[in-house]
């Protein structure tokens, strides 16, 4: 259950911008996968199962949470 994913030995990675926003993002036990602000680090975590994370990603690439022109 996502409820009880231990974060804390995760490993945060930075994946913004030069401007320094952006989100991190940590590897987890069985494939689960952490998403939180990297200007917020104590804030709160996003945990994806690796079916959720595969369809997440897969919807940023299709350009689904791209801004309106």
């Known amino acids: 259950m996502k409820g009880n994913v231990d974060l804390s030995e995760a490993s945060w990675r930075a994946t913004g911008g030069p401007d320094g926003n952006g989100v991190e993002v940590a590897l ?37 949470f791209d801004r309106p022109r």
């Open 28 to 64: 987890l036990a069985d494939g689960y996968v952490g998403l939180r602000n990297g200007n917020d680090p104590d804030g709160g975590v996003l945990i994806f199962t690796p079916a959720e994370w595969t369809a997440f990603t897969a919807g940023v690439q299709d350009g689904e």
